[in-house]
């Protein structure tokens, strides 16, 4: 039943729980820079940014040049004795499409490339009618949810580090020349940082909400992204 002051116990309507400890709280209008936080540990439940809806599109393109350049541009050459080879992402997958380690290849280039792309692609489809004051596409509801489903499977950072631990192998036996692709990799790793700090969940679902667009409420489960 709902109570005066505007929540339903029963379905929820109007209450909004701390992803950490499940204390639920009453939703409140921010202003962009207030800070909403949990009153039982303290962790963050919304923070709206002004003009961040613009700045996470334009951080979701930057997702897909980065990774068009990681892809085809040269990744690192090796030399020794006086014979070196440069090689790609792309090259590496051709290199195995006919091999035993074709679907390992596959995986590999899914995880990395493929659904980082696909999250900035899907971010970009819900943003940018909401960035223009406009009601949002039919499915940026589904669309979002898929964002942050597809998060912790995005692996960019994962394949960085783990590329850097070879590389310390290797370098014992040949002279290693990172190529543009590691370091367009690095700046990647900065993007998705600065859209993190960009994104406020909570605001994007309720201006989704505002719209009209139904949600069923399975937003709440994964929290606000800081």
Known sequence: M???DGFDLTTGRGLMACPRCDALHVEEELDAGETLRCVRCGGLLAKPRGGAFVQLIALSFTTVVLMMGAIFFP???????GFGNATSLFGVALAFADGVLLPLVLAVMVMIVGLPVLRAFLLVYTLAPLAQGRAPYRHAARAFRWTELLRPWSMAEIFVIGTAVALVKVAGLATVHLGPAFW???ALILVNLASRGFMCQTTIWDAIEDAGLPTDGREAVGGPVP
């Open 184 to 186: 367009a990799f690095c």
């Open 75 to 81: 990744f690192l050459e090796i030399s020794r004795m």
């Open 2 to 4: 709902d109570t005066r």
